[in-house]
């Protein structure tokens, strides 16, 4: 046991005081798509913590990428409130990360105006029809992918996450289950890559070089059709040769396997509650349960598929998914991962890491009850255990049996 999680690390041109990093995992506090308050305390809480570098989530690189009414839409306005943001993480010692992505067919209309793919096919999930992307908007959004880049850079972060996983527009062009193209977008996986390797050149090329630039990518999407870890693989390469800084290592598909990403099962009737639509709200009650297929949780469940991306590339690697306890994440480090991302167990406490580097703890009490997945609709992330006005029969559900058959 080498006991690295407490040691200085690089990642790119930054120096990260010790290697945990929280994980964007949407927080849901930017109403009309502004930095608020709560979204500066809730990281400057998870910086005060302890944690190496804090990434704030789910940031939309332009109008047509936004999913949601409560989240960030990265402009030029936006610098200063970004700025406070990054020194406020700052001070309390902490590198500050952003991810930036565009939902692709996970688009809400109603927010982001249109809803691009790169095929035009239904979408259950959504429910959306997107659109056909064209070349022009292709090219409008590796633009856009470059200038928001830009913004990010301007207003102090230091590093940036580009979504490439989950099924979102860079993983829908990625897998053979979205992306149905016979231009020269789809096909073989040399144009199936294509659009994530321009968006990411332009990002290297719109920020500082004080500036890492990572990219959250998929070991594969969890579904039979969707990308495998032998194209997984191949992604990792190319990325490498592009010359980014680190890759986090994840999988799943929002649209056909999220719980791939999280694992357990999804609680669909408190899922359902925080849902204000009342068509999506009973098409969730009483469908959700079909759609949303639990998955076996296991600490650091991304592991026997990490380690073949470790043998593979060089380049740093952040290991993600199910850590809960110093002894795995020792060993994930132990295994040659760079560093450790964490989500739900900073959603239950943001002190963990200070909790883990003092003895006081050696893992998390975290449940894996995934109500704060189900809550993310609502637009307040919270841990049902520090909710004071659940339900008794949710908590008793939520306690008894932890991440499988929740309400
Ligand atoms: C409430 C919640 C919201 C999430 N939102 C995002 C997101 O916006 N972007 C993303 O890449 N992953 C998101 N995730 C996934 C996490 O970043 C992470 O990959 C996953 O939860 C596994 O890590 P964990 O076991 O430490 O929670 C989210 C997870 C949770 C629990």
């Known amino acids: ?48 913590g302890g944690i190496g570098m804090t990434t704030v989530a789910y940031a939309s690189i332009s109008q047509s ?25 700052h001070r309390e010692g902490a590198a500050a990360a952003i991810q930036i992505g565009h939902c692709g067919l996970m688009a ?35 633009r856009d992918f470059g200038s928001a880049a830009k913004f990010v850079s301007d207003a102090g972060f230091d ?11 860079i993983s829908q062009f990625l897998s053979p289950y979205t992306n149905k193209r016979t231009d ?16 990411v050149r332009e990002v290297l090329k719109n920020v500082s070089p004080a500036m890492a630039v990572v990219v959250k990518m998929n070991l594969r999407d969890g579904f039979r059709g969707g990308s495998e870890v032998n194209e997984a693989i191949q992604v990792a390469r190319l990325l490498e040769t592009e010359g980014v800084h680190g890759l986090v290592l994840s999988g799943g598909f929002v649209s056909k396997a999220p719980m791939y990403v999280m694992r357990g099962s999804m609680p669909i009737k408190v899922m359902a509650h925080y849902i ?87 893992g998390s009490s975290c449940k894996s009850s995934n109500y704060c997945i189900a809550k993310m609709y609502s637009g307040q992330m919270a841990c049902f255990q520090h909710e004071p006005n659940l339900p008794e029969k949710w908590r008793i559900e939520f306690e008894s049996k932890p991440g499988i058959g929740n309400p």
Not at 70 to 81: D, F, G, K, W
Not at 118 to 139: D, M, V
Not at 315 to 336: E, T
Not at 350 to 357: A, E, Q, S, V, Y
Request: proline content about 5%; aromatic content about 10%; some cysteine.
């Open 1 to 48: 046991m080498k006991n690295q999680l407490f040691t200085e690390a690089r990642l790119g041109p930054v120096l990260l005081r010790n290697r945990s990093i929280r994980s964007a995992a949407f927080e849901g506090m930017c109403q009309k798509n502004k930095v608020s308050d709560d979204l500066i305390k809730y990281h400057t809480a998870v910086a005060a």
């Open 65 to 89: 990428g936004l999913s949601f009414p409560h989240q960030l839409l990265i402009t030029r306005e936006e610098i200063p409130a970004m700025k406070r943001l990054t020194e406020s993480i």
């Open 108 to 142: 809400k209309k109603s927010i982001s105006g249109k809803c691009l793919a790169p095929s035009g096919r239904f979408n259950l999930y959504g429910p959306t029809w997107p659109k056909k992307i064209s070349q022009a908007e292709i090219n409008e959004i590796v």
């Open 159 to 169: 590093a940036i996450e580009v979504h490439a996983g989950h099924g979102y527009l």
């Open 184 to 199: 020269q977008y789809g096909g073989s996986f040399e144009n199936r890559s294509r659009f994530m390797v321009d968006v």
């Open 276 to 362: 204000e639509n009342p068509l999506m709200k009973i098409g969730v009650r009483y469908f959700g349960g079909l759609l949303i297929k639990p998955e076996p949780f296991s600490e650091a469940y991304f592991l026997d598929d990490a380690l073949k991306i470790r043998t593979t590339v060089h380049l740093p690697l952040v290991f993600v998914g199910g850590l809960k306890s110093r002894a795995i994440i020792d060993d994930v480090l132990d295994k040659g991962f760079d560093f450790v991302q964490m989500a739900r167990v900073l959603i239950h406490d943001p002190g963990f890491i200070n909790k883990l580097r003092t003895g006081e703890i050696t």
